[in-house]
């Protein structure tokens, strides 16, 4: 035995001094790779819509409602069956409810406790004791864990369960334990949470979004566009910043902004309305829901919307001139503006302009800030930077978050793998040289890092620099598409500009060989699946998230409102447990409100994507891997003790 392992070994056997405590953890640790995998859950392209996403959450993409009807079937009615799904879902609001309406609450606490006794068991029968333990909550752990293990007597177990019922509701603490139970099984019934991207713009609440990611029990988030956009912004890039303050004021949202995330738009405001008083800002209207925006807003938010978005393209032009390797002279756009004839120049073609007013553009020197845009620019670059809640939810997205993720043989990320229309993938030059597929994706992360955290102030502006080329630059994973036509939607009539050619991977992802590319490319084998976001598909038009025999799964199907009626859906999620894989088609959700009262859950439609013939333990994870990496160790460790290389401490 060499001297690192021994050295090894000897740091381990401070954990288990003895044979008998490493023999131990072997046993506990085989017995944990035996059982059922934790179910992971698989959402989306979420896009500030805080309502859908919270009750998704809650009902677990259906798995809660397919855990009622395993354990209850026929037994219970269909409105049993939903009363107690809702419940479950909100206990706090649904036991106002009854309560408002029940006559005999003790009798309605004694039935209902043991029904949501009856599914927690269940739920936890995949986990570990210990585990289970660990997510008790404090002020009921004792009650919880005699109602969820019981006596070791049967014959006395009811006589048992009944009087610790009636001791809790005698002591007035029945609500509380319901609301605690109900909480645990949603915590059971899902294991790990993966979000593939965007949780940001377009719907009013990602702030509401980020806070409840925040606290959740296990959870990882791999990057989209307009996430990494918010991520730019909140590390200083001025360039990002107006892009996260026009696609708030185009979406009538710049009360996230405001309200929060307490950013000051008043120097903003002031300076839009300052600068275009008399300007009918008509290329500016908002798209916002009448039924959350108070329309008396939209003058000056329409006034801010044209502000900061020529401000948006002078700081991307200054950007583009900086970074040539970028090679993206031809978004340059504002240089190849005539004022005097009110025309564009457009990729070899001029068009007549929609708007004609700019009032702070200068012919010769298109690209520079007026002195009034420039401190504007500061001040909002300021409030961003020393927003403390942004800062707490954009760290989070770091720790969380990444590019791609490798997880129980799945590959996840947001957008695509760019390739050329041969399928070869894309050599993309970042700085000083070249990268394509994986590499690709790892020199962008590692940037993308330094422009938040990096000391250096050469390879921090770097790394600002490359958040903003994350957002939109056609060899961005995550974008994906040739190029982003903002200027031409404002600006130009002809809708044949406003066109965005995707990139290669999405005409190419039907074929298997470059699907199985993708996969050995990260590592995986040809038996994995890709978990896709980023472009939503159109149901309505037959279109399925299913690609490649069910290789590939595209599971943004309109989760924002403002894709719906495109997509003719409200969203795909996926649900991985240990029998299969399981995509779930939602409709629109009306509200918590509706939910709770009518017991109006999300009409799902499942599809089976792949099922296992043995059902999928925690050997076959990731976390599997680990452990028995750790028996192999702790096997080590026995044989050292008994051969006295290492001396047992008792």
């Known amino acids: 035995m060499e001297a690192g392992e021994i050295r090894y070994l000897k740091g381990l056997a401070k954990r288990y001094p003895s044979i ?24 989306t392209d979420i896009h500030g819509e805080y309502e859908q996403f919270q009750h998704i959450m809650k009902n677990g993409s259906g798995a809660i409602k397919r855990k009622i009807e395993e354990e209850f079937g026929n037994s219970l009615s269909i409105t049993e069956k939903k009363a107690i799904a809702t419940l479950i879902y909100y206990p706090e609001l649904k036991l106002k409810q009854v309560r408002s309406q029940e006559d005999d609450m003790e009798d309605w606490y004694k039935v209902n406790l043991y029904r949501l006794i009856h599914i927690c068991k269940s739920a936890s029968s995949k986990y570990t004791r210990s585990k289970v333990r660990k997510a008790l909550p404090k002020d009921f752990a004792y009650v919880m864990e005699e109602l969820l293990n019981g006596r070791p007597d049967e014959s006395d177990q009811e006589a048992y369960y009944n009087e610790i019922i009636n001791s809790v509701i005698h002591t007035g603490m029945a609500g ?48 989209g566009n307009h996430d990494v956009l918010w991520m730019g912004a909140a590390a200083g890039s001025q360039a990002c910043i107006a892009n996260v303050i026009r696609n708030s ?26 600068t275009y008083a008399e300007d009918t800002c008509d290329a500016f209207h908002l798209d916002y829901r009448e039924d959350e925006y108070d329309v008396k807003d939209a003058q000056l938010d329409e006034k801010m919307h044209k502000a900061i978005t020529i401000i948006q393209f002078k700081l991307e032009g200054k950007l583009i001139q900086k970074r040539p390797e970028f090679e993206m002279e031809h978004r340059l756009l504002l240089d190849k503006i005539d004022l005097e004839k009110g025309t564009v120049w457009v990729e070899g073609k001029t068009y007549p ?6 009032p702070t553009l200068d012919p010769e020197h298109p690209y520079e800030l007026t002195l009034e845009e420039a401190e504007v620019m500061e001040r909002l670059t300021t409030a961003f930077i020393n927003c403390e809640k942004l800062q ?44 394509c597929g994986k590499e690709l994706y790892d020199v962008l992360e590692n940037y993308a890092r330094k422009g938040y955290y990096s000391i250096d102030p050469a390879e921090k502006e770097k790394g600002l620099d490359i958040l903003w080329f994350i957002w939109q630059n056609a060899n961005s994973p995550v974008f994906g598409k040739s190029k982003m036509t903002t200027f031409e939607r404002y600006f130009i009539a002809d809708k044949e500009t406003h066109k965005e050619p995707k990139n290669p991977y999405y005409r190419l992802l039907e074929q298997e060989e470059i699907v199985n590319k993708i996969l ?35 599971i943004d199907g309109g989760f924002s409102k403002a894709y719906q009626p495109k997509t003719g859906i409200a969203g795909y999620t996926l649900i991985y447990n240990s029998y299969g894989l399981l995509l779930a088609a939602h409709e629109p959700f009306e509200s918590v409100e509706k939910a709770v009262q009518d017991g109006r859950d999300i009409h799902s439609h499942m599809l089976l994507v792949h099922y296992s013939n ?3 333990t925690v050997a076959d994870t990731d976390i599997g891997k680990e452990i028995k990496e750790n028996i192999a160790d702790l096997e080590k460790l026995l044989c050292a003790y008994r051969e006295g290389t290492v001396v047992e401490r008792q």
């Open 176 to 223: 509380e334990l319901v609301v605690a139970i109900c909480n645990l099984i949603r915590r059971l019934i899902v294991d790990h949470l993966h979000v593939v991207g965007d949780i940001f713009d377009r719907g009013p609440y990602p702030n509401l979004i980020m806070d409840t990611l925040m606290e959740y029990h296990s959870v990882d988030i791999q990057w």
């Open 249 to 274: 004021a185009k979406y009538g949202n710049l009360n996230t902004l405001e309200d929060g995330y307490g950013i000051n738009l008043i120097p903003l405001a002031k300076f839009a309305m300052a």
């Open 392 to 435: 707490k939810h954009v760290r989070f997205l770091y720790s969380k978050g990444s590019l791609y993720k490798v997880y129980n043989g799945n590959l996840l990320y947001h957008g695509c793998v760019p390739f050329h229309e041969d399928g070869s993938f894309c050599k993309v030059k970042v700085f000083e040289r070249e990268y």
């Open 520 to 554: 050995e490319e990260f590592g995986l084998s040809q038996d994995s699946h890709i978990i896709n976001g980023h472009v939503p598909v159109e149901a309505k038009r037959g279109e399925s998230p299913v690609k490649c025999g069910g290789k590939l799964l595209i």
């Open 614 to 616: 043995k059902r999928i």
């Open 20 to 43: 008998p405590s490493a023999a131990t953890e072997i046993v506990n640790l085989q017995a944990i790779l035996s059982l059922p995998k934790g179910t992971e859950h698989f959402i």
């Open 353 to 358: 302009l929609k708007d004609t007013c700019f």
